[in-house]
Nanobody
Framework: VQLQASGGGLVQAGGSLRLSCVAS????????MGWYRQAPGKQRELVAV???????NYADSVKGRFTISRDNAKNAVYLQMNTLKPEDTAVYYC???????????????WGQGTQVTVSS
């Protein structure tokens, strides 16, 4: 199983970016899918998560600016980021709780990370 993230880049404050993450491999089902970020010198933190039924949860710092969504048919999760601020600068990672074909339990899988830089 692999998660491939894309969509990062350099943007001015107030701008927008859309991150995408697609899971591939021997996937039986996916539970929660989410986005995390890690800024230099800081711990990795949760940005947003979406359950298999579409329930969402956001970090307080991004509420009202970021929107997480998923496409179950494509095993994909997206993060629409609007009104970006310099403090949103970080490496963004996607994570998915995946049950593989032939296995009962699920495991967390991480994408490779994509850099988001917001200039002031």
């Amino acid at each position: 199983v692999q998660l491939q993230a894309s969509g990062g880049g350099l943007v001015q404050a107030g701008g927008s970016l859309r991150l995408s993450c697609v899971a591939s491999g021997t996937i039986r089902s996916i539970k929660d899918m989410g986005w995390y970020r890690q800024a230099p010198g800081k711990q990795r933190e949760l940005v947003a998560v979406v359950t298999s039924r579409g329930t969402t949860n956001y970090a307080d710092s991004v509420k009202g600016r970021f929107t997480i969504s998923r496409d179950n048919a494509k095993n994909a999760v997206y993060l629409q980021m609007n009104t970006l601020k310099p403090e949103d600068t970080a490496v963004y990672y996607c994570k998915a709780d995946i049950s593989r074909i032939g296995r009962v339990r699920s495991d967390d899988y991480w994408g490779q990370g994509t850099q988001v830089t917001v200039s002031s």
